[in-house]
């Protein structure tokens, strides 16, 4: 059974959805609350190796889809900066197979990988829609079956 580590916004409909869907395909996932995960530029930037700097962002984060935050302004080195600071601004998931990591939900990265999830559209974006993004994070969902790790 193929394993992998997923940083998430606890709460999280998008997800909570992803998580079901690689679970469904018989993959173990360890979940790992990315808000509260200690990060260093370093151990995050290996998450966006062949990524530009703009895509390590969330377009759906309050600060960036309100204009607050314009990720074409930053280079690489305050780009991780800014997220390791406001980690709300990071895309998502953070995925970590083996010694191999990636941002965001990325179905053909997954296939490389051994991974086959079911064909149609895969959930991205936000699930709560812009009313949720009036405040720094979506409300929680009752999901007691992603309890992070006790490491």
Not at 67 to 82: I, M, N, Q, Y
Request: hydrophobic share 40%; charged share 25%; with cysteine.
């Amino acid at each position: 059974m193929p394993s992998l580590k997923f940083w998430w916004k606890p709460g999280c409909a998008t997800n909570t959805r992803q998580i079901e869907l690689l679970r469904a395909a018989g993959v173990a996932v360890e979940v790992r609350d990315l808000l509260t995960e200690a990060w260093s530029p370093a151990r995050l930037e290996a998450f966006f190796v062949d990524r530009p700097v703009t895509e390590w962002f969330n377009p759906a984060a309050p600060a960036v889809k309100h204009g607050l935050v314009d990720p074409a302004s930053f280079d690489a080195g305050t780009a991780l900066e800014r997220l390791v600071a406001e980690p709300l601004l990071i895309r998502r998931p953070l995925i970590e197979i083996g010694e191999t990591r990636r941002s965001g939900f990325d179905k053909k990265w997954l296939a490389a990988r051994g991974i086959d999830l079911p064909s149609g559209p895969l959930p991205e974006g936000c699930g709560h829609g812009d009313a949720a993004h009036g405040e720094p994070s979506c409300p929680p969902l009752s999901s007691p079956s992603f309890s992070s790790p006790s490491s």
